[in-house]
C-alpha cells in the first residue's frame, strides 16, 4: 500500500483510475434515482421512503468518512506519510458536506413522519455531534499555518475523536431513552423492507464511490498546489 | 406522471430532500473540479516562467 | 515530582489571585444560573426540573472560560520552552495544568453550586447527586479541555476555535451528570453516576499522553 504513497505515482495512478470511478459513479447514480423513483410506496411512510434512498446513503458516507479520515491520520502520524496526512485533510469537507445533508434529508424526513423537523432524537442529535466534530478538524487544518504542525494537530484531534464518537453515540442514545420515556417511535428507526432494499444499496455504492471520486480529485488538487508553493519558495531562493 | 410529481401527498417533503441533496452533490463535484483544473493551468504556467 | 508539586502551586496561586481565573470562573457560573429564570420564567417547579442540566451547562461553560489559555500564557513568554528543558516531562506539565485547573475551577464551582442550585429551587434529594456528579465530571472537563488547548497552542485566536473543539467531545459529561441528578428527581437508579464516573477516568487517564504529544509537535522545530 505504502509504494503508492509517493506523490508522484498517485498522481500516475489516480488519473488513470479516475476516469473510470467517475464513469462508475455516474452510471450507479443513473441506476440508484431510476430504482428510487420506481419503487412502490412504502405501507407505513408513503413516498417519504424515497428520501431514505437518499437519507441513509448520506449517513453512511458522512460515519465511513470520519473512520477514514482517522486512519489516515494515524497512517500520516505513525508512519510519516504526507500523502495520508494529503488524504485526511480531503476526506474532511466532504464528510461534513454528507454529514449536512444526512441531517437535511432526515429532518425533511422527520417533518411528515414525526410532525417535527428536529426531533431530539438518538440519531440525529449524534449526527449534528459529528458535524461539529468534523467542522472542528477543519477549522483547526486552517488555523494552524505551519503545514507539518497542522496535520500532526488536526490527526491527533481526529484521533481523539474517532475514540469518542463512539462513546458520544452511546450516551445519546442513552439520554433519548432518558428523556422520552413513552416513545411513539420504534427504537432503531422504520425497518425497510426487501423491495427497498435495491435502491438504498445501490444509492450506498453510488455514495460511497462519488466520495472516493472527490476525494481523489481534491488530492491531486492539493498536491499541485504544494508542488507550486515548493516551486515559488525555491525560485525567490 | 403527475402523480409521480405529487409523491402520495409529500412532495413537499421528498422534492426538496432531493433538490439540496442534488444542489450539494453537483456544488461539490463543480468546485473540485474547478479548483483542479485552476491548480493545473496556475503550476503550467509557474514551471514555464521558472526554467 | 518536586518540579510538577512546583509549577502546580504557581499555577494555583496564579489562578487564585484577585481577578484571576478562578474567580472569574466563579462569577460567570454564578452569572448564567441567576440570568436562567429570567429567560424561562420563575415557574419553580419547571427550575427544580431543569435545575440540574442548567447547573451542569453552566458549569462546563466556566470551565471553558479559562481553558483555552491553559498553556497560552507560558508559551508566549516563553517560560514553556524552559519547562520542556526542565526534568518535567511533557505528560507531567499536562498533569500538573490540568490539575491546578480543576483545584481553581472544577472544585470551587463544586463548592459553589449548592447555593446556586437553592436559587434554582432544586429539591433536597437532588443535592448529593448534584454535588458527586460536578466532583466526578468536572476532572474531565478539565482533561479534555487540556488536551484541546494544547492542540491550539500555536493559534493565536484559538480561542474562536475552542468551543467547537470540545462541545461534541463534552457531551457525555453533560449528559451523564444531568442525567445523574434527574435520575434522583425521579428516585430512579439509571447508572449515570457510574458511566460519568467510567468515562473521567478514562479521560483523565488518557489526557496526559493526548496533551503531551500535542504539546511536543507544538514546541518542536
Known amino acids: 500500500m505504502f509504494g503508492y504513497a509517493n506523490p508522484k505515482r498517485f498522481m500516475e495512478l489516480s488519473g488513470r483510475l479516475l476516469p473510470w470511478l467517475g464513469a462508475t459513479t455516474a452510471i450507479l447514480f443513473a441506476a440508484g434515482l431510476y430504482l428510487s423513483f420506481t419503487a412502490p410506496p412504502d405501507y407505513r411512510q408513503g413516498d417519504t421512503v424515497r428520501i431514505m434512498f437518499i437519507h441513509v446513503p448520506a449517513a453512511w458516507v458522512a460515519m465511513m468518512g470520519y473512520g477514514f479520515m482517522a486512519l489516515a491520520s494515524l497512517i500520516g502520524l505513525v508512519n510519516r506519510h504526507p500523502l495520508a496526512d494529503v488524504a485526511a485533510k480531503q ?3 466532504l464528510g461534513a458536506l454528507f454529514t449536512a445533508l444526512a441531517l437535511i434529508t432526515g429532518s425533511l424526513w422527520g417533518r411528515p413522519m414525526w410532525g417535527t423537523y428536529w426531533q431530539w432524537d438518538g440519531r440525529l442529535t449524534s449526527f449534528l455531534l459529528l458535524l461539529f466534530l468534523y467542522l472542528g478538524y477543519i477549522a483547526l487544518w486552517n488555523a494552524i499555518e505551519n503545514e ?3 496535520a500532526k494537530a488536526a490527526a491527533i484531534l481526529a484521533l481523539v475523536g474517532v475514540v469518542n464518537l463512539p462513546i458520544i453515540e452511546f450516551s445519546v442514545q442513552w439520554w433519548t431513552t432518558l428523556h422520552q420515556g413513552e416513545s411513539i417511535f420504534r427504537r432503531g428507526g422504520p425497518t425497510i423492507s426487501a423491495v427497498f432494499l435495491w435502491p438504498l444499496f445501490i444509492m450506498a455504492a453510488a455514495y460511497t464511490l462519488l466520495f472516493f471520486t472527490l476525494l481523489l480529485v481534491r488530492m491531486r488538487t492539493e ?11 525555491a525560485a525567490n531562493a | 406522471m403527475a402523480a409521480f410529481f405529487v409523491m402520495g401527498k409529500y412532495a413537499a417533503f421528498v422534492w426538496p430532500a432531493y433538490g439540496i441533496s442534488a444542489l450539494g452533490i453537483v456544488a461539490s463535484v463543480a468546485l473540485s473540479l474547478r ?17 | 515530582m518536586r518540579a510538577l508539586g512546583a509549577l502546580l502551586v504557581r499555577d494555583v496561586r496564579l489562578a487564585a489571585r484577585a481577578g484571576g481565573s478562578a474567580v472569574l470562573a466563579l462569577a460567570f457560573f454564578a452569572a448564567v444560573v441567576t440570568l436562567v429564570p429570567f429567560g424561562i420564567g420563575s415557574d419553580a417547579k419547571l427550575l427544580a426540573r431543569v435545575a440540574g442540566g442548567v447547573l451542569w451547562v453552566a458549569a462546563v461553560l466556566a470551565n471553558l472560560l479559562a481553558l483555552d489559555r491553559l498553556f497560552q500564557a507560558d508559551y508566549e513568554d516563553g517560560s514553556l520552552d524552559l519547562l520542556a528543558l526542565s526534568p518535567l516531562s511533557f505528560e507531567g506539565i499536562t498533569v500538573a495544568k490540568m490539575t491546578a485547573h480543576w483545584l481553581t475551577t472544577g472544585l470551587p464551582l463544586t463548592i459553589l453550586s449548592p447555593v446556586l442550585a437553592l436559587l434554582l429551587n432544586l429539591p433536597a434529594t437532588a443535592y448529593t447527586a448534584l454535588i458527586v456528579s460536578l466532583l466526578i465530571g468536572t476532572p474531565a472537563v478539565s482533561a479534555i479541555g487540556s488536551v484541546a488547548a494544547a492542540l491550539t497552542l500555536s493559534i493565536r485566536r484559538g480561542g474562536l476555535l475552542f468551543p467547537l473543539l470540545v462541545l461534541p ?14 435520575a434522583r428527581l425521579d428516585g430512579v437508579e439509571n447508572g449515570a453516576i457510574w458511566l460519568l464516573a467510567a ?8 489526557a496526559p499522553f493526548v496533551g503531551a ?4 509537535l507544538n514546541l518542536s522545530e
Open chain 3, 199 to 206: 468515562f473521567s477516568v478514562a479521560a483523565v487517564l488518557l
Open chain 3, 213 to 216: 504529544a500535542a504539546l511536543r
Open chain 1, 223 to 233: 498536491i499541485l498546489e504544494r508542488r507550486m508553493r515548493a516551486l515559488a519558495l
Open chain 3, 169 to 182: 467531545l463534552l457531551t457525555p459529561v453533560v449528559i451523564f451528570g444531568a442525567g445523574a441528578v434527574l
Open chain 2, 35 to 51: 479548483a483542479y483544473r485552476r491548480a493545473k493551468t496556475r503550476l503550467a504556467a509557474l514551471e514555464r516562467t521558472v526554467k
Open chain 1, 148 to 150: 507539518v504542525r497542522a
Open chain 1, 91 to 93: 476526506a474532511a469537507p
